[in-house]
């Protein structure tokens, strides 16, 4: 059974400073997404991550993945107070399903 | 490009009506299309998943008559919550996607349910 695990859940940083959000998941898996979602809001898709060492760029946002450690990041740079949400990874299952992580939520605070 | 519009948006009712939730995508075919559900501070929690003309598999635990799901068309499925309870409030989103399994889900706006 495919198990994804986000960390951390919550996370709060002054702009201007790096971090990264990292994504678990359990068993083989070459589907690995990025959704952000906003207060009370849908989600709005980031980055689709397909092969072992792709890496996608946007903004501020670099997301990779490494498919033999299962394992994906998403690193902010210079954060700004724009890109407080709350982040969700989701592993795409051998049925073409999403498994969600439980979502972090970053706060950036000026 | 790929836009699914979700309606209504929000929705405040009695307990013992019964809601339906339109799902539309606006500019491509969606073989598939999901049905989640929302708690607060949560994850989401996916409850079924329908495919243009079959029946829609619901996943453990979610009542097939409590949430009917239509998905009569390749732009269209609907979700009726019948007989709705306060227990039922919640945030539902539907989510679409093509036949190219790849390609990230797209998500409509959210319908945020409140039963009174």
């Known amino acids: 059974e495919l198990k994804v695990e986000q960390n951390p859940l919550f996370l709060s940083m002054q702009e201007g400073k790096n971090y990264t959000i990292y994504c678990n998941y359990s068993?083989?898996?070459?589907?690995l997404y990025w959704y952000r979602q906003d207060p009370g809001k849908s989600l709005e898709s980031l980055f689709v991550l397909l092969s072992n060492g792709a890496v996608k760029q946007e903004g501020r946002l670099m997301a990779s993945l490494d498919t033999k450690a299962r394992l994906s990041t998403l690193h902010i740079t210079a954060a700004v107070h724009d890109l407080s949400a709350t982040y969700f990874c989701?592993?795409?299952?051998?049925?073409?399903?999403?498994?969600w992580g439980a979502g972090t939520k970053l706060i950036i605070k000026p | 490009g790929a836009v699914v519009s979700q309606h209504p948006s929000r929705v405040i009712c009695k307990s013992g009506t019964s809601v339906k939730i339109e799902c539309r995508s606006l500019d491509f075919q969606a073989t598939t299309m999901f049905w989640y559900r929302q708690f607060p501070k949560q994850s989401l929690m996916l409850m079924a998943t329908s495919n243009e003309g079959s029946k829609a598999t619901y996943e453990q635990g979610v009542e097939k008559d409590k949430f009917l799901i239509n998905h009569a068309s390749l732009t269209l499925s609907t979700l009726t919550v019948t007989s709705a309870h306060p227990e039922d409030s919640s945030f539902y989103i539907c989510?679409?996607?093509?036949?190219?399994?790849?390609?990230?889900?797209?998500f409509g706006d959210g319908t945020r349910l409140s039963i009174l």
């Open positions: 989510s679409a996607r093509t036949d190219t399994s790849n390609q990230p889900q797209h």
């Open positions: 989701a592993v795409g299952d051998s049925n073409y399903q999403l498994i």
């Open positions: 068993t083989t898996s070459d589907r």
